[in-house]
């Protein structure tokens, strides 16, 4: 059989993850063969599809439906093999699968023997279909050092998907107009992953460059060169100001913040009582801190705002920026999609409904604007408020 280069495993469950991987090991027995396995739906719907020769993902994921994400895979990497695993093994389910680009549909197995019955199966499914395929190594050529490559393509204001390669792990990073902004590797996303993929190997990697078919959520907002800079310092290499190469940091100062100079997004963060006194005082309103005639805005958990890119422009109280800017965008494209089947205009307010949360979206021509209320605590007229206030401000 004609081994796998790379194969990907995602799932939700944790235990069914470790007895599959240690079966679909078997496949590969080549050194360059690489098994990635992630648990999180959403970060690997920003994996690119196209890295796989295999990919086995389950039917049903904790936080979307796996075989809908199968057809969006599907469309961006139609040569990579693709086997969907389910609990219910009814003909309803495998024709869904079919119908949405599986290559295999399989039964989940749950002791080790099943296991080895499925990998079987799959290995026949490969005899068929890798021998008619051309040699896919994306990783031609010698290693080298990853954080040239990062600082060259800054430098030259380049937009690039750099796909990754060390001895054991291969991940991504994203470079849009000259900056560093988004990384991820299946189990990390974000500037800690970029962190970790600058660090494999000592920094040498192979490395194959595409061009960007798409800007993901943003991850990391530290401008490249304190990126490349702190990448320098943990390796120890020395003061990292002192290289030429990286450019100078700037001196940060003491001189205390005014309420003109605090960026936008403190200025709007709710609570709005919460800010200092005297930055409301000088903003209009004493009781509000708004201008008078304005609509305040009321006490929300959180409140953030994506533009019709996906990308997260403004928000408060957002412990987990990424995952909240890619959940409203996946909420407001499927909408989108929704709205353009039944050939009306594009949703403007939707409100979600929880036993402890209640969220409002509101979407306009410049982006969309999401709220979450703590449901015990939440009127109709706190929401209706959040409305009127999001209005003013899309114009």
Not at 218 to 235: G, K, N
Not at 269 to 278: G, N, V, Y
Request: proline share 6%.
């Amino acid at each position: 059989m004609k081994m796998l280069r790379q194969a990907l495993l995602l799932t939700s469950q944790r235990d069914y993850a470790q007895l599959m991987r240690a079966g679909l090991l078997a496949l590969g027995d080549d050194e360059q063969f690489r098994l990635a396995v992630e648990l999180d739906a959403l970060r690997a719907m920003q994996l690119v599809p196209q890295l796989y020769d295999l990919i086995v993902l389950d039917a049903m994921l904790d936080s979307m439906d796996g075989v809908q994400l199968l057809l969006l895979m599907k469309q961006q990497a139609p040569s990579t093999i693709f086997v969907v695993v389910s609990d219910v093994a009814d003909e309803t389910a495998r024709a869904q699968a079919y119908r949405n680009g599986a290559d295999f549909f399989l039964e989940r197995p749950h002791t080790f023997e099943e296991v080895k019955v499925a990998v079987e199966a799959i290995r026949h499914l490969l005899d068929r279909h890798l021998e008619l395929q051309p040699p896919r190594d994306n990783f031609a050529g010698e290693p080298v050092r990853i954080a040239d490559v990062v600082q060259t393509r800054c430098l030259s204001g380049d937009s690039v998907l750099l796909l990754v390669r060390s001895s054991l792990r291969s991940g991504d990073i994203f470079i849009y107009r000259g900056e560093v902004y988004h990384a991820q590797f299946p189990g990390l996303s974000g500037e800690v992953a970029f962190h970790e993929i600058m660090h494999w190997d000592d920094g040498l990697l192979r490395v194959n460059v595409r061009p960007l078919s798409h800007v993901p959520p943003r991850t990391i907002e530290v401008p490249y060169r304190q990126l490349l800079a702190a990448v320098a310092e943990s390796s120890g290499l020395g003061d990292p100001s002192v290289q030429p190469h990286l450019g100078a940091l700037p001196s940060v100062s003491d001189e205390i913040f005014t309420p003109e100079t605090v960026p936008s997004v403190v200025l709007e963060a709710p609570p709005l009582t919460d800010l200092e006194t005297s930055a409301l005082a000088s903003l209009g309103s004493p009781q509000t801190g708004l201008p008078v005639g304005e609509t305040p805005l009321p006490p929300v958990n959180s409140h953030w705002k994506i533009n019709l890119m996906g990308e997260l422009v403004e928000g408060s109280q957002v412990s987990e920026a990424s995952r909240c800017a890619f959940i409203t965008y996946f909420i407001f494209r499927k909408l989108a999609d929704v709205a353009v089947t039944l050939e009306v205009d594009y949703f403007n307010e939707l409100t979600l409904y929880g036993p402890h949360l209640n969220q409002v979206l509101l979407a306009d021509n410049l982006g969309v604007r999401h709220a979450v209320f703590e449901t015990a605590w939440t009127k109709e007229s706190d929401r209706q408020q959040y409305v009127e206030w999001s209005r003013e401000q899309g114009i």
